[in-house]
């Protein structure tokens, strides 16, 4: 008889595991089979995001900073960088650590990977485009960007990353991947984490106006979070090394999805219009064509189905949460 070939399953480290889409991560590659470390310092992740994956036994938890110094003694065959504050009601409390998060964070990543001789992928974002000149965004636009402007310090540094990223991939021969995510929304994201998704379900589900800015004809796209999942699963084991957009094309301006939230939550509900904040993107649409090409890959979760899935969950949080307004600090977490 011959030998018996025992294959041991892979090892893939998620960064801001206890994040919004870092927990979904997990969630899909432990269902995948993987072992799963998840990494967060609990800056803006919730621990609650990932407290059901705590007794699985393919899961380890390692509460630590990416931007310091990365030590982990298993053999590591992925790694996917998801430590970032993506909400500008954080990054602009803690612009200093934005730019640390995807610069040293990054390359303290990348350093491990290419010492564990790992594939890595990075989330890039839909903000490296700024306020576009183009519409919709192609991969090959290279974007809009007030490098000194407040939102600079999320946009900039995801731009680095992108740029850190790929030397290290022709430098250092680390396969790399790059996913840039549009506006994503589904269970587990924050309520209070200043997006317009989670700020109108709060809104409603406390009866209060929905706040939109200027005269809402800014338009966003809007990716339910089981899309995105699949797509990043998808380019992680591609052969595609350039960045790939990732997101839903389905339009829609502000002041319609705000409709669309009354109408399709059924709450009498009024709008309250209020002054649109500072280099606020006018347009962001996302062309996916590189995606469907090379990933096979395009959303199919409908708007409407994903809305009142995520204002389902939303519902069911204790009361405590939806009536907190969240003033989070900062401090015990960073110096800087």
């Known amino acids: 008889m011959g030998k018996e070939i025992i294959f041991m399953p892979k090892t893939i480290l998620i960064t801001g595991a206890a994040g919004f889409l870092g927990s979904h991560l997990c969630d899909r590659f432990i269902g995948e089979g993987f072992n799963v470390i998840g990494m967060d310092n609990y800056i803006t992740g919730d621990p609650d995001n990932i407290r059901h994956l705590l007794s699985r036994p393919k899961f380890k938890f390692i509460e630590h900073d990416v931007t310091n110094y990365i030590s982990i003694s298993e053999k ?3 790694v996917l960088h998801f430590a970032s504050p993506a909400s500008p009601i954080d990054y602009l409390k803690i612009p200093i650590h934005t730019l640390k ?3 040293i964070g990054c390359h303290n990543l990348l350093g491990l990977a290419k010492s564990k001789n790992a594939r890595v992928l990075i989330a890039s974002t839909s903000e490296i485009y ?3 000149l183009e519409h919709p965004q192609k991969e090959n636009y290279f974007g809009n960007v007030n490098t000194i402007g407040p939102r600079g310090v999320y946009d900039e540094a995801k731009r680095f990353q992108e740029a850190l990223t790929m030397a290290y991939h022709r430098f250092h021969g680390v396969e ?4 840039r995510i549009f506006n994503t929304y589904g269970p587990r994201m924050r309520l209070n984490d200043g997006r317009v998704i989670p700020t109108f379900m709060g809104q409603a589900l406390r009866h ?6 200027g005269d809402g004809s ?3 796209s809007f990716c339910y979070v089981d899309d995105l999942i699949e797509g990043i699963y ?5 052969d595609y090394v350039l960045p790939v957009n990732l997101g839903n094309p389905d339009e829609i301006n502000i002041l319609d999805f705000a409709n669309e939230i009354i109408s399709l939550t059924n709450l009498d509900l009024s709008i309250q219009y209020k002054p649109l904040p500072e280099e606020d993107p006018l347009e962001r ?5 590189l995606a469907k090409k090379v990933l096979n890959w395009q959303p199919i979760i409908k708007r409407d189905k994903g809305i009142l899935k995520t204002f389902e969950y939303f519902k069911a949080l204790p009361k405590a949460k939806l009536l907190k307004v969240e003033n989070k600090d900062f401090s015990k977490h960073i110096k800087s």
């Open 285 to 289: 649409q996302p062309d996916i064509s």
């Open 130 to 132: 700024g306020n576009p």
């Open 176 to 179: 790399t991947r790059i996913a």
């Open 101 to 103: 998060v995807s610069s």
């Open 234 to 238: 998808k380019l992680l084991f591609s």
């Open 208 to 213: 209060e106006a929905l706040s939109v800015f």
């Open 76 to 78: 590591i065959d992925y």
């Open 218 to 220: 800014q338009t966003r």
